[in-house]
């Protein structure tokens, strides 16, 4: 049975009734993990289907008119997490002019109430929407008794004494606090994607990595760091990575490299993850190649003694508590 759906026009997803919550979700963290949790529980309560409203791309990306913007997930990514959280149904919206010029009143009587058939619906507080972000929670408030469905607003949800909220977490990662990023998210922060061929230059400069294209997405990290890299073998195998344009050689396209410790394989065409363990310096231009071998040799010692001692963390399961075990 299909499950995600992509247009807002068409017939209700939820003829019997649905309970609903809305948001961007990007990093599906554990705040929006909290919310699908109450989602998905009340919806077996009543009997109804639970249905998830995202936005792709998501708002930040379309207002910043082409200028980069960092995101914790991509969106392959975000949608598989949403899935895997247990909702009946996904309603991944075109995020253009269309729905921008949507009033407040229009998404709900439209879109919830139309096209999702919304019965009960949970939001975070600090929930906008409709053109200008006019909508919030007081017009919710004021529009639930007169349409006939119920509101729910989560409280925050925190994470080692800190709100959790994706701006947070993608300051955390730029500013390499990985474990920190790791009690919001539930899980380590990581990028997957399939291994492309790149230039050999590692292989001859004995360091063959795995090569990931970031594609149109833009990663909140940068320099090179401690990982593991999954996909490869039955757990995480231990990493040194870069990500960046690799000054060096001139670069200009942001480029995920991981160097897998005590592998010799053909990884093309694989889906790998690399998952970030701890940020190790920033990328820097080296006066040759040589040089650049040097510093190469010791950022994989250091990442071999890293990584040696912080053993591999379980993975908070979708809907969770903060129970990620670096939140103590």
């Known amino acids: 049975m299909n499950r995600l759906f992509r247009d807002a026009a068409g017939p209700c997803l939820a003829p019997g009734g649905s309970v609903v919550c809305v948001g961007a979700f990007d990093g599906v963290h554990l705040g929006h993990r909290a919310l699908l949790a109450r989602t998905c529980a009340r919806a077996r309560e009543l009997g109804l289907q639970s249905i998830a409203i995202t936005f792709e791309p998501v708002p930040r990306e379309y207002f910043a008119h082409g200028q980069a913007v960092p995101r914790l997930t991509g969106a392959r990514e975000k949608l598989a997490l949403l899935l895997a959280s247990g909702v009946s149904k996904l309603l991944s919206l075109r995020f253009d002019a269309r729905l921008t010029a949507m009033s407040a009143e229009a998404f709900v009587s439209e879109l919830l109430l139309g096209r999702a058939g919304l019965r009960e619906l949970w939001v ?119 990500l960046g344009v690799r000054p060096t050689i001139d670069g200009t396209e942001p480029l995920l490299e991981a160097h897998l410790f005590d592998f010799d394989g053909d990884l093309y065409g694989r889906r790998i993850e690399v998952e970030f363990v701890a940020k190790l310096r920033d990328e820097r231009k080296f006066a040759d190649l040589p040089a650049m071998v040097r510093q190469i040799d010791l950022d994989a010692a250091q990442a071999r003694a890293l990584l040696a001692h912080n053993p591999p963390q379980g993975q908070a399961a979708a809907g969770a508590a903060p129970a990620h075990p670096l939140c103590g």
């Open 124 to 242: 975070g507080a600090d929930f906008h929407f409709g053109h200008a972000r006019r909508g919030n929670v007081a017009l919710l408030e004021r529009l639930a008794p007169q349409l006939g469905f119920a509101l729910r607003v989560l409280a925050d949800v925190q994470a080692g004494g800190v709100r959790v909220s994706s701006s947070a977490l993608r300051e955390q990662l730029a500013a390499g606090q990985f474990d920190a990023a790791a009690c919001g998210l539930g899980r380590r922060f990581s990028i997957g994607g399939h291994v492309v061929r790149g230039q050999q230059l590692g292989r001859r400069l004995g360091y063959p990595t795995a090569n990931v294209r970031l594609g149109r997405r833009t990663a909140p990290v940068s320099g090179i760091f401690a990982v593991r890299v999954h996909g490869v073998a039955a757990h995480g195998m231990p990493a040194v990575a870069s």
